[in-house]
């Protein structure tokens, strides 16, 4: 089943895409379009939808927040439907040139992207003619991903670093430390929209943000004892109340699970 829908937060609009082979979209990604700025491209699987929606639309500019397959998988497309110059931070250049291998699970929700070269790379901020937004790193969640934040306006694209209050699924190589400290920067912020990939929130996104804060705080904590208490990450998983998804951990292989939550955090443990 495919959904595409459109709405408006004060100057910013919105798409709203999901896709799911099997059903209603379990998770919608979100494209955002500002002052001629498009932001992310959505993935694969919705290309004729969101290329039907780009295609009255006056893009100056993409930005791309970070390199994983729900953001640039329309990257070939918007190029070949407007000649625009594609933004993003050196680091995403540099793993666009050669995209991580997907899990079966990931190829199947999202589909896959293939390497990507025509960028421009850009640091501090993104300009348009009316706004000026400054870029600012959120690794963690993926370790180029950064957002994009309007001061005079108290916007914050956030990429990836909400989705939700908690975590349901965790992948391979994502950083708890590194998503607290980014979580702990972004709310230092003055911010009242978070235009979220997944989830946006115009009411109180602080106080949502601040939640997940919680979660991932405490999530770090019930690990830390347990491995202190010398537990090996299974024996840790099974002292945890977290239950897993295992149709999701099998299908992707691994690659996506709440076991990996616990083996991230034994992970920046022993790094310290
Ligand atoms: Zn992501």
Known sequence: MLVSETFSHQEVRGFKF?????????????????????????????????????????????????HHEDHTGNLQGIKEQKEVEIFCSPLCQELMKNPPDLSLAQKLTWGDRPPFYDFTTIEDKIETINHRFEIIPIPGHAKDMVALYERDKKWLFSADLYINSFIGYFLENESIQDQINSTKRILELDFEAMFCAHNPQFKNPKAKLAKKLDFLESSFEAVKNLHNQGLNPKQIFDQLPWKEDWFIRFLSGGQLSKFNMVKSIVRDIESK
């Open 18 to 66: 999901g896709y799911n082979p099997l059903g209603k979209p379990v998770l919608y990604s979100h494209v955002y379009f500002v002052d001629g700025l498009l932001i992310d491209t959505g993935h694969i699987k919705i290309k004729e939808s969101f290329l039907k929606r780009t295609q009255n639309l006056d893009v100056q500019k993409v930005f791309i927040t970070h």
